[in-house]
């Protein structure tokens, strides 16, 4: 299942991810893991979050973050939470390969029993209806 926090800059997308994250540390029956772009979240997540630093990696496409995703669930099968923050800072800031890049994440999250939330600084008006869904 995929769940997407979508709005514009400053309308409260990372603060709503940090307390779904802290959320999910209390209860989630596996590990769980946040993406983030630039190191900004290690003080506000509980510390058995994994933190992973997107820059770091030099992830800037959808492929390269697939890849990621593939790679973080290949190396442990027990991640049952993943969370990326700033969706478009990360991969780019094409619309629609970031509505192609959800639409995969959905398959992928249902495929391997995992709950995907992203946040993506965009209006929710310009969503298509497909990805309105997960809003």
């Given at each position: 299942?995929?769940?997407i926090?979508?709005?514009l ?15 999910a ?20 997540v509980?510390?058995r ?9 030099g ?41 192609e ?32 869904k997960?809003?």
């Amino acid at each position: 299942m995929i769940q997407i926090i979508m709005g514009l800059k400053g309308s409260g997308k990372t603060k709503k991810l940090i307390n779904a994250i802290n959320e999910a540390v209390a209860s989630a029956q596996g590990d769980v893991v946040c993406i983030e772009y630039g190191k900004k979240l290690t003080y506000d997540v509980n510390y058995r979050v994994r933190l992973v630093d997107s820059q770091e990696y030099g992830i800037s496409n959808p492929d390269m973050l697939k890849g990621l995703l593939s790679g973080l669930h290949a190396g442990n099968f027990d991640i049952t939470n993943v969370y990326i923050d700033n969706l478009y800072k990360t991969i780019g800031t094409d619309r629609a390969a970031g509505e192609e890049f959800l639409l995969w994440c959905a398959k992928f999250a249902e495929a391997n029993k995992m709950n995907i939330t992203i946040t993506v600084s965009d209006d929710p008006a310009n969503a298509s209806e497909e990805i309105k869904k997960f809003l």
